[in-house]
């Protein structure tokens, strides 16, 4: 009997996840029952940068809503990429919890982190994000070329900031050292 072939599927590779939270100075006081909502889903918290943006950071849900406060949190355990689905769910769980006036009082973007690409998880259909189930899509926000994450044309304008571009440089490397 002759050998068939199979296709050569390499062995899933877990990403790094990561959320972040997008907020007003007057919801201050929130993000550390944030933060201990999403250890509690995600696991221990071992990076995250809290930073006043020299941009305003957009709301994912309003196109005229955009927040002052960006904070950058990425946990300990690496994830399999098939569960930011069930991630971006209990983000907006979570979000639901705190709002206020019928909107979040904080945001909460979730994503992870390879060596070749930093994908975003969305609400919303576009003809660049791939659709994946439960109404979840994904897009990849950057590439990896010559030492560096790049931006494609379609990464939103605040992605492109330098600031943000090396934060998720510093976490490529905490992926790359730890895989």
């Known amino acids: ?29 929130l993000i ?20 006043n943006s020299l941009l305003p950071v957009p709301s994912i849900y309003a196109a005229n809503k955009e927040f002052e406060v960006y904070h950058l949190i990425s946990y300990e355990r690496p994830i399999g990429r098939e569960e930011i689905v069930d991630i971006k769910r209990k983000t907006l769980s979570i979000e639901i919890k705190y709002q206020k006036d019928g909107f979040p009082s904080i945001e909460i973007d979730s994503g992870y982190v390879t060596e070749n690409q930093v994908i975003r998880s969305s609400l919303y259909e576009e003809n660049h ?15 990896f070329d010559k030492g560096t994450y790049k ?5 939103p304008k605040f992605f492109r900031s330098p600031d ?3 934060t998720f440089n510093d976490l490529r490397l905490i992926y790359v050292s730890s895989s």
């Open 1 to 29: 009997m002759p050998k068939r072939w199979k296709p050569p599927f390499e062995k899933d590779k877990p990403a790094r996840l990561y959320t972040i939270c997008a907020y007003d100075s007057e919801n201050v006081s």
């Open 32 to 51: 550390e029952k944030i933060k201990k909502n999403l250890e509690s889903f995600f696991g221990k918290i071992d990076f995250e940068i809290n930073f």
């Open 129 to 143: 994000k791939i659709y994946l189930y439960k109404n979840i899509f994904l897009e990849t926000l950057y590439f």
């Open 151 to 155: 931006p494609f044309i379609h990464t």
């Open 164 to 166: 943000i571009i090396t």
